[in-house]
């Protein structure tokens, strides 16, 4: 099945710095999801993004699907920023199954 | 709207007992997604259902676990005869499954604990 690597493992940030995430992918894929696992351990989604680029506020996400990557930018950051980011992908399904990278944990410090 | 909701949020159970746990997913969603997150890993898939149809279970560890949507909605998942290993955070999903968008939205997780 596909495989999922996340980069860095740990981030540690002084509040109002920027910073990008970066997920590889082994396959083409029909889902990319960027989640934020809080504290509690509620998985929230962050973006889906198969391909292309979107922006959510502070947040944005760029997929290169032709080079099986995808990358999650947070600019001036905020220690509520703080937590648990993944990457997830499905392929080869016609369902969409997500297989997740371990994750990256940023600290924000204030 | 309401989104995906599980119950208990936590579950203390001794080795060897039957555990339920429940999911109920965003109203009219037809996929629905079970999966295991051990302490400091990411999310494994265990099973799918596309309304009552279990269509993939390649995931559930063992023939203890045992999932079911019976009426295309409300999803349980069973774990019989628990084991210390089984202690995890079992979270739910669901998807709308339009044509090409397969985003899926999780619920807040039961977290078990086998003692």
């Known amino acids: 099945g596909i495989q999922v690597e996340q980069s860095p493992p740990d981030l540690i940030l002084q509040e109002g710095a920027n910073s990008t995430l970066r997920c590889n992918f082994s396959d083409s894929v029909n889902n990319l999801q960027w989640f934020h696992q809080n504290p509690w351990g509620q998985l929230i989604n962050l973006f889906y993004i198969p391909s292309g680029t979107k922006q959510n506020g502070r947040l944005s996400a760029t997929t290169v699907a032709t080079e099986r990557y995808s990358l999650l930018y947070i600019s001036s950051s905020q220690t509520t920023d703080s937590g648990v980011y993944f990457c997830a992908s499905a392929g080869g399904t016609s369902y969409g199954k997500l297989t997740f990278g371990q994750g990256t944990i940023l600290t924000v410090h204030p | 709207g309401a989104g995906v909701s599980q119950s208990p949020r936590y579950k203390v159970a001794k080795r060897g007992q039957d555990v339920a746990l429940r999911c109920d997913p965003i109203s009219g969603h037809v996929s629905l997604f079970w999966y295991q997150q051990a302490l400091g890993q990411g999310p494994e898939f265990l099973t799918y259902?596309?309304?009552?149809?279990?269509?993939?279970k390649s995931g559930l560890p063992s023939d203890r676990f045992f999932a079911e949507r019976p009426e295309g909605s409300v999803s349980t998942l069973k774990i019989q005869r628990t084991q210390q290993e089984d202690s995890a955070v079992y979270l739910c999903?669901?998807?709308?499954?339009?044509?090409?968008?397969?985003?899926?939205?999780f619920g807040p997780g039961t977290r078990l604990t086998v003692t």
């Open positions: 259902f596309q309304n009552e149809a279990q269509l993939d």
């Open positions: 999903a669901s998807s709308f499954f339009r044509a090409a968008v397969y985003e899926q939205y």
